[in-house]
């Protein structure tokens, strides 16, 4: 119970943090917007009008995945510079339980680009928001949420080894939008990249998502979704520990 | 003699200092394979869509690949000195700190040209697309003048570093706003009039056309009047960042607000 509650309060008060900034606020919301409206043109373009709650799905599930990739990548490296990182290592907790709480809260931040999404094109393009399954739906986005937010974990531990991470954050935006069928159908991608797609929690949040908004069994991919985001957790908080041990080792925690 | 050096030995020694991805894998990582991979995206997309042929995102895509260091590095050649402390010093040089910022474009625009082009032959090996041998050296030329334009539209943003703190909030809208605007992933004729007079004021519109034209085996003559718009939006933003980083930079010093982070 202590330990939900931890996760709990960690979890609003850095979403209150990051939802302080403008930066992440504009990031969060303008730019999954124009990604939604350029959707929302090139699937019209394409002849496709009636996929268009798909499009504004797929750019809001885009959004998310920035949010984490960006917020989780460099979550270590920000308590760095806010010089909150030895508090935060000193904790008498795992640090993987005291960073999981940033991870998540990028995830949550990120569901502002789906709410945002959404809402433009319900305003502005009228894009009926008919959900095959509304309820499963406010299910399965927290679920993908939840799940992102534990790979980012595996992301904050293995990119606070790499002291050029920003280079692999940068470079694993589209490709990630592009292998987890975010926008793109995994059906148009060529072959070899199906293996790769079936080992992402990205891929089955998506899916979980998409079958929610436009019909499909959404448990067994938001299952799946879980199960290996609950993988990264534990292969994320291995990686923390003995990050965390060999930074104190070498006295190395607060240099960059 | 001395404008010239001012304007090129004082563009290169500011890139070192200020850009922030010239260590090698921030440089391969952020500015060549990214871009590769945004391309992969919108012609998967395109193709699915059936909107347009591969030729279409490759040349489109290429040519925008320029404007990611022109961009950010023309924010960062100003805002960065904010950052690091050295505003101060620059500003207070007896030189013309027009030369000084103008000259900063150059070692950037070179560099959107280097990703430009690797984007643009990596791009075609991967989908199969030959270009007419003939075109190539106008193509160099388009994408040329679309790096340069692209520098002085950074540029432009960067002189809004002088008055506003959060400078790269802008910077990342604007690079996403010149993928929806500027027609390379979605056809002119498929976005709304007022979008279309948007994008026809930015960089990369006219030379992602120029390309697409020269690609086509069209030839210079098709594309020179997109070439010759590329450089006119392009001048109007050199002219642009000159007179806000003038004003700007009166009204920071008169507000004293000059290192406000």
Redesign the interface.
């Known amino acids: 119970m202590n330990l939900l509650r931890m996760i709990g309060v960690g979890l609003l008060l850095h979403t209150k943090q990051l939802s302080r900034s403008s930066f992440e606020i504009a990031t969060a919301l303008i730019v999954p917007v124009v990604q939604a409206t350029l959707a929302v043109y090139l699937f019209r373009a394409g002849g496709e009008p009636g996929r268009l709650l798909e499009a504004a799905v797929g750019a809001g599930l885009m959004g998310v995945w920035s949010s984490v990739l960006f917020g989780s990548g460099g979550a270590i490296q920000r308590q760095r510079w806010q010089g909150t990182l030895e508090m935060i290592m000193l904790a008498p907790r795992p640090p993987a339980l005291m960073v999981l709480p940033i991870t998540l809260a990028t995830a949550v931040t990120g569901t502002y680009a789906m709410l945002a999404t959404l809402l433009w094109g319900r305003l502005l393009y009228g894009v009926p928001l008919d959900f095959a399954h509304p309820l499963l739906f406010l299910i399965a986005v927290p679920g993908c949420v939840l799940g992102l937010g534990m790979f980012g974990l595996l992301l904050a531990s293995t990119f606070v080894l790499m002291r050029n991470a920003n280079a692999l954050t940068n470079t694993l935006e589209y490709p990630i939008w592009l292998v987890s069928g975010m926008l793109v159908p995994l059906t148009v991608l060529p072959g070899w990249t199906g293996p790769i797609a079936a080992v992402l929690p990205t891929t089955w949040g998506a899916r979980a998502v998409h079958e929610a908004a436009v019909g499909g069994p959404v448990w067994p991919s938001l299952g799946i979704c879980l199960a290996i985001s609950l993988g990264c957790l534990v292969a994320g908080a291995l990686m923390m520990t003995y990050v965390e041990r060999r930074a104190r080792a070498a006295a190395t925690l607060a240099l960059a | 003699m001395a404008l010239f050096r001012l304007i090129g030995t004082g563009g290169v020694i500011a890139y070192r200092a200020l850009f922030n ?1 010239t ?1 090698p ?2 440089f ?3 500015l060549l ?2 871009p590769i ?2 391309l ?2 919108f012609a ?8 347009a042929d591969d030729r279409f995102y490759i040349v489109g895509n290429a040519v925008l690949a320029a404007s990611l260091s022109c961009v950010f590095g023309g924010t960062m050649a100003v805002a960065n000195e904010r950052r690091f402390g050295t505003l101060g010093h620059v500003l207070l040089s007896p030189r013309s700190r027009t030369a000084v910022f103008l000259g900063r474009v150059l070692p950037y625009a070179g560099n959107g040209l280097l990703i430009a082009v690797s984007t643009l032959t990596v791009g075609s090996l991967l989908l199969g697309l030959r270009m007419p041998p003939a075109a190539l050296p106008a193509l160099f030329a388009t994408l040329a003048v679309a790096a340069l334009s692209c520098g002085f539209f950074g540029l432009t943003l960067g002189a809004l570093g002088l008055r506003f703190r ?1 400078v ?2 802008v910077s ?2 604007s690079v ?2 010149l ?2 605007l500027t027609g390379v ?3 002119a004729a ?2 709304p009039g007022w979008m279309r007079a948007v994008g026809e004021a930015l960089p990369i519109t006219h030379a992602a056309q120029a390309a697409r034209h020269l690609a086509a085996g069209e030839g210079l003559a098709a594309a020179a009047p997109a070439i010759a718009a590329e450089a006119t939006v392009g001048l109007g933003y050199a002219l642009l960042a000159a007179a806000l980083l003038k004003l700007f930079e009166a009204e920071s010093r008169r507000r004293a607000s000059l290192d406000t982070l």
């Not at chain 2, 998967?44 to 909107?51: A, F, I, K």
Request: glycine letters at 14%; aromatic letters at 14%; a neutral charge.
């Open positions: 991805w260590t894998a921030m391969i990582g952020s394979v990214g991979f945004q992969l995206f998967y997309l395109g193709r699915q869509l059936g909107v959060d790269w909030v990342n809208v996403a706003l993928l929806l992933n979605v056809p498929g976005l």
